[in-house]
């Protein structure tokens, strides 16, 4: 069993950046792929970003990649999204999530989830 619990979300400008962690706790953080998701009022839950157990495998979402960066420090059990260049569509909660095995972009294939934190990019 894996426990998530994000943090960092919060109000921002559009063009502005903001960190996002996620604190796992429960069986070897290390072993797991990690994920962001997202998901905006009325919309589906979208695939942000993903990192290998090792960190040296990562993959984004074209909608994010060049401003959004994902990464991980093993050592502190810990999860990173950093965001640049927000834009106001990038508004949304955006959630946590952990799998066994290997990268992925699908939320069904992600075990265990977080609650969630909400970035507001005002225009």
């Known amino acids: 069993q894996v426990q998530l619990v994000e943090s960092g979300g919060g109000l921002v400008q559009a063009g502005g950046s903001l960190r996002l962690s996620c604190a796992a706790s429960g069986r070897t953080f290390s072993s797991y792929t990690m994920a962001w998701f997202r998901q905006a009022p009325g919309k589906e839950r979208e695939f942000v970003a993903a990192?290998?157990?090792?960190?040296?495998?990562?993959y984004g979402a074209d909608s994010v990649k060049d401003r959004f960066t994902i990464s991980r420090d093993n050592a502190k059990a810990t999860v990173y999204l950093q965001m640049n260049s927000l834009k106001p569509e990038d508004t949304a909660v955006y959630y946590c999530a952990a799998r066994q095995l290997g990268l992925s972009n699908l939320s069904i294939r992600y075990e265990y989830w977080g609650q969630g934190t909400q970035v507001t990019v005002s225009s």
């Open positions: 990192i290998t157990w090792s960190g040296s495998n990562t």
